[in-house]
């Protein structure tokens, strides 16, 4: 892919950030949602906190996890960060994509049961909760940058350096 120009990349970059802050906030408020239906004993409280959930479920958890997929995926292949050269972007790509399937086929579905039942289920709250330590932990390699270079970034690395070693070498001008 092309790298994207600056201005283009700043916005994408701060779509980016602000549609993962928001994936992060829904499922924060999904768990206290899930918390209220789980441990309160009022069947009307339950059916408010269930029916908050799916009107989260049904408007908002699949095109914010899309858009938190797309343009984090946009935003790797058009930038030096690369999707596989570096472990902190391979982890991120990978945990962004099996939560967004989580999400699709599991949150939600679970969800409309429960909405559908008018019964507080400890699913409702583990999901959330597991959503919400994983969308922590991105944030954290997001701003840590751990682990270094993949395999395919090391080689990537190792094959410019030699092709820059080589044309220092050159008594001739290069392109």
């Given at each position: 892919m092309k790298p994207l120009k600056r201005p283009v990349r700043r916005g994408l970059l701060v779509a980016h950030v602000a549609v993962s802050v928001s994936w992060l906030g829904l499922t924060v408020g999904l768990l206290a949602l899930g918390i209220t239906a789980f441990a309160t004993g009022d069947p009307a409280t339950v059916g408010a906190a269930t029916r908050a959930m799916k009107i989260f479920g049904d408007w908002l958890v699949v095109p914010v996890a899309l858009l938190a997929?797309?343009?984090?995926?946009?935003?790797?292949?058009?930038?030096?960060?690369?999707?596989?050269?570096?472990?902190?972007?391979?982890?991120?790509?990978?945990?962004?994509?099996?939560?967004?399937?989580?999400?699709?086929?599991?949150?939600?579905?679970?969800?409309?049961?429960?909405?559908?039942?008018?019964?507080?289920?400890?699913?409702?709250v583990i999901a959330p909760s597991v959503a919400t330590a994983t969308y922590l932990f991105i944030t954290a390699i997001s701003i840590l940058k751990p682990w270094g270079l993949t395999r395919r970034g090391r080689r990537l690395r190792f094959s410019a350096s030699s092709a820059k070693s080589v044309d220092a070498r050159s008594p001739r001008q290069t392109a």
């Open positions: 997929l797309v343009s984090g995926l946009v935003l790797a292949l058009g930038t030096p960060w690369g999707l596989a050269r570096h472990r902190w972007v391979w982890t991120k790509f990978w945990l962004t994509l099996i939560t967004t399937g989580l999400s699709v086929f599991s949150l939600r579905p679970g969800i409309d049961a429960a909405a559908a039942g008018k019964a507080g289920d400890i699913n409702l």
